[in-house]
């Protein structure tokens, strides 16, 4: 028997199932594609025609500080929904603009209004905290119109993890909404103590209003217009509450868009399609580059995890940081003002230990989730101390290093003692919280570290790619124990790298996989699996010479290389499933990091069909823009890689995967204490004739490159400098040894 339903009384395509919504497979609501725009802590999930509406994954709404401040907003033409002409996010992530007109309306069976005899146009944006919409008509008819259109509005004041599924057994108070001059009030008074407002101002004020919805009456005359302004207000006791004009706003946020892109470093190609995706890569990170009190900092992805995240933050800002160091020195100011100081089990926190994530909202108020600020993550600590190391050496900036070495010192006290929790040399996790993750490596979904009979391996657990991580993250930190003058602990450091590095060698290498297991359980029983996670290993530099030619293999052989990308798990594995979280999808990422390893060890051929397979991806996917992740089935000819359904886009690792990719080919590091550009083993794929980089700042200089492929090479041509800077191009394998004097 069907479950009973019963259809939503102004929504006839939108049916509710046991508390879930849905959407009629004959409806033309049968379209997930959904806009996104963010500002801040503020971001917004619509669907195509602007509107927010309950279906689906039930997730558009506006938001802000964890919060769902608005969960409906309709338009409508008296009676019907208008038609979609287009609908787009503006290439610069600043403004959503959609195009609609009106369906036939008719009148005792005759077509009164023939459908495109208005034009409606609805621009909106965030800015601090609000939501701004214009909206225009416009009559292409040749008579007068009278003309009416509503705007439905709900306010849920949802949890970012209700919205996600969580079920509580108690709310706060809905208090009833206040009407007052064309103002409506919408008001949640939280358990947490704290009361949310959600305030809508129209302008002119609306005709008359109705329960939940705006009506709004309007003559427009023959090729007349008439336009409406509509501003959505998230306020808490700690808003400064002011009203402000959408076009005084719009000139605000313009203004600080284009300040924030002066000084940035640009790049241009001469593949337009290259460019069309680097370009909403830079605007995905302008977009979720947060403004926080330590500085900048990429929040992780929209709408799951639009917050501070460690490892996302640190990953990221490592991708970025020959374009962008300034991400990396904010994301570094935050994790050490949030590094923990004590055991606190229900957080998973030991001293030393750098944040998971942060979360505001009521439920992470309340305790209800652990994540108000949560430390269940393995890996975030020696990537905290990698970044450190690459900031250094991308910047010079000794000063800032020696403010956060106190917490450098630290996270290698936890890697030491609470990350070994048995002594054995490696870095373990078991959780503490019980509502914590299970699994805290980056690959934290509960069914991702098993063994080869796909049974789910038992905790403490030592992933391979965290021993990367420790390897990685004591030689960067001898590197600036020398810079800070204490030699005694930059070789001691050195010397427990070189330990762990043997060791690594020893536990984790398969002959039979000819690479390097996933992990070790708490008993030392190796998860015999191919994945993405040894990949890493390349990256780290902890892999031999000759274990990392084959780790590369295995992860370009059919098994793991899905011509899209790196699959997270080889298709010849028992959990092998292509359309899952972490056990066959691919996350671009996971391949920008990978490629940065192969790189590093000469492997240029690898990194060009990763870059081809993933710029081919974009080419397919909606706005030029790489999901967090998408499905891991092979590409078939013709044909588009598969989405992911619940996938964050934009995803801040996701936006930073082409620069570190790009890195890769050109072998591109900056050595700012010396006032060095170097090039190893340049190359390009046949698809890039081109690649000019301009601003790109080393100290207090900049310079403008271009770099052009040859049959046999890439030459790199200095167009302009401001100071001095030295450009050194090496042969892949060369020492150090032939500079382009680049003095201008």
């Not at 964050?648 to 590091?669: H, K, R």
């Amino acid at each position: 028997m069907l479950p009973e339903h019963k259809h939503d009384m102004t929504v006839d395509d939108v049916i509710r199932v046991n508390d879930q919504f849905y959407i009629l497979s004959t409806s033309s609501m049968a379209d997930d594609r959904t806009r996104v725009l963010k500002q801040d802590d503020t971001f917004a999930v619509f669907d195509r025609h602007g509107d927010i509406r309950p279906v689906g994954l039930g997730v558009q709404g506006l938001y802000h500080e964890g919060t769902r401040f608005l969960s409906r907003l309709e338009l409508r033409l008296g009676k019907d929904r208008p038609m979609l002409l287009s609908s787009t996010v503006r290439d610069d992530n600043a403004l959503l603009a959609v195009d609609l007109t009106n369906p036939d309306s008719y009148v005792n069976g005759e077509v009164l209004t023939p459908r495109g005899t208005f034009h409606i146009s609805r621009m909106m944006f965030l800015w601090q905290g609000k939501c701004f919409e214009r909206l225009s008509l416009i009559n292409y008819g040749l008579v007068p119109v009278d003309l009416s259109f509503s705007l439905r509005f709900e306010a849920d004041f949802a949890d970012i993890f209700e919205v996600r599924g969580s079920k509580r057994p108690q709310r706060g108070r809905r208090l009833a909404d206040a009407v007052d001059n064309g103002t409506i009030l919408m008001t949640y008074d939280g358990l947490d103590g704290i009361v949310r407002r959600t305030r809508l101002t129209c302008t002119p004020h609306p005709t008359r209003l109705v329960g939940s919805e705006a009506y709004f009456d309007t003559t427009l005359p023959a090729k007349g217009e008439t336009t409406f302004f509509l501003t959505i207000s998230c306020e808490t006791p700690a808003s400064v509450v002011h009203p402000v004009a959408y076009q005084a706003a719009l000139s605000e946020a313009s203004r600080a868009l284009y300040a924030a892109k002066q000084d940035a470093c640009h790049i241009y190609t001469s593949n337009e399609g290259f460019n069309d995706w680097l370009n909403r890569s830079f605007a995905d990170l302008q977009m979720m580059n947060t403004d926080m009190p330590q500085g900048p900092y990429p929040y992780a992805g929209v709408p799951w995890f639009s917050t501070p995240f460690g490892r996302d933050g640190l990953i990221t800002a490592l991708e970025c940081l020959w374009t962008k160091p300034e991400m990396a020195r904010g994301v570094l100011s935050y994790l050490s003002s949030s590094q923990a100081v004590a055991v606190i089990p229900e957080q998973d926190a030991e001293p030393g230990k750098i944040l998971h994530e942060s979360r505001s909202g009521e439920m992470a108020a309340l305790g209800e989730i652990p994540f108000g600020r949560y430390y269940g993550s393995v890996d975030s600590t020696p990537l905290f101390i990698m970044l450190a190391g690459a900031y250094y050496e991308r910047t010079g900036d000794l000063p800032f290093i020696r403010t956060i070495w106190p917490h450098v010192q630290l996270g290698l006290q936890w890697i030491d003692t609470y990350g070994d929790v048995d002594g054995d040399g490696f870095v373990e996790y078991a959780r503490h919280s019980k509502k914590g993750l299970v699994q805290q490596g980056w690959k934290d979904s509960a069914d991702s570290v098993f063994y080869d009979d796909g049974i789910l391996a038992e905790p403490p657990i030592a992933l391979c790619e965290v021993q990367g991580y420790v390897f990685a993250a004591k030689r960067m930190a001898a590197q600036l124990a020398l810079a800070l003058g204490h030699p005694t602990e930059a070789a001691d450091l050195w010397r427990q790298a070189d330990a762990l590095q043997r060791r690594f060698e020893a536990a984790f290498w398969s002959e039979t996989l000819s690479t390097y297991v996933l992990a070790l359980d708490g008993q030392k029983r190796p998860c015999g699996v191919r994945t993405s996670n040894a990949g890493h290993c390349l990256l780290t530099g902890i892999a031999g010479p000759e274990h990392a030619s084959l780790v590369a293999q295995t992860l370009l052989g059919e098994d793991l290389f899905s011509g899209w990308g790196i699959r997270t798990l080889g298709s010849s594995e028992v959990r092998y499933n292509p359309m899952s979280y972490h056990n066959g999808s691919v996350w671009p990422h996971d391949n920008a990091l990978i490629a940065w390893g192969m790189a590093r060890y000469g492997f240029k051929e690898p990194v060009h069909k990763i870059l081809t397979g993933l710029f081919d991806a974009s080419l397919f996917i909606d706005l030029h823009r790489l999901p967090e992740l998408f499905c891991g089935f092979v590409r078939r000819p013709g044909g588009a890689p598969t989405l992911y359904p619940v996938a964050c886009a934009p995803q801040a690792w996701a936006a930073g995967s082409v620069f570190l990719l790009l890195q890769a080919c050109l072998g591109l590091s900056i050595h700012s204490a010396e006032e060095r550009i170097r090039f190893t083993g340049p190359t390009l794929p046949e698809f890039l004739q081109e690649v000019r980089i301009e601003n790109l700042r080393v100290g207090k200089a900049t310079v403008d490159l271009l770099l052009q492929r040859h049959p046999q090479d890439v030459s790199v041509r200095v167009l302009r400098m401001d100071g001095q800077i030295m450009i050194e191009k090496l042969g892949a394998g060369q020492m150090p040894s032939r500079s382009i004097n680049a003095q201008v």
